[in-house]
């Protein structure tokens, strides 16, 4: 009887942002290690090798923008 009384102290809010720490974020880092590992891949002999190293670093930084942005945004509609 008495454990009917007890409430969890955890909201859908908290609930979803711990979700998305344990789910999404690891998505993000096994992306970043496939857009890092492109660089392995490509052949040294290509003459656009240049561009393609900075589209590279271009896409990991977006991808790491947008991971904490996302993080951003998930703690602070938690907060409001």
Not at 11 to 40: D, G, M, N, Q, W
Not at 46 to 72: A, H
């Amino acid at each position: 009887k008495k454990m009917d009384k007890i409430m969890c102290p955890r909201t859908i809010e908290s609930i979803s942002e711990e979700l998305y720490k344990r789910s999404i974020i690891p998505l993000y880092i096994f992306l970043l290690a496939l857009v890092s590992a492109s660089l392995l891949i490509k052949p040294k002999s290509n003459k656009y090798l240049k561009y393609y190293k900075s589209f590279v670093f271009f896409v990991g930084f977006l991808t790491i923008i947008i991971s904490q942005i996302g993080s951003k945004f998930i703690t602070q509609k938690s907060s409001i």
